[in-house]
C-alpha cells in the first residue's frame, strides 16, 4: 500500500512540475528518481531493497542513453 501511495504521489508530483514547466527533462527526471530511492530505503527487507535501489541508480545520461538505443532498434 504504501509502495502505490509513494508511486501516485510521484506521478502527480511530476504531473505538477510538467504543468508548471519550471523544469528540464533531466531535473524531473533526478526528482522522480530521489523520490523512488527515497521509497525504497523505506522497504524493511534488505533484499527487496537492494534490487530497488539498483533499479533507482541509473544517471539521466545512463537513460537517455538506453532510451535512444530502444528507440533506434524499434525504428
Do not use: W
Amino acid at each position: 500500500m504504501h509502495g502505490v501511495r509513494s508511486f501516485t504521489f510521484t506521478v502527480l508530483g511530476t504531473i505538477g512540475i510538467l504543468a508548471l514547466g519550471a523544469c528540464t527533462s533531466r531535473g524531473i527526471y533526478e526528482a522522480d528518481r530521489q523520490d523512488a530511492h527515497t521509497a525504497c530505503l523505506n522497504n524493511p527487507s534488505g533484499i527487496e531493497r537492494d534490487k530497488c535501489l539498483e533499479r533507482t541508480s541509473h544517471s539521466y545520461d545512463e537513460y537517455t542513453r538506453e532510451r535512444e538505443k530502444v528507440q533506434r532498434a524499434a525504428e
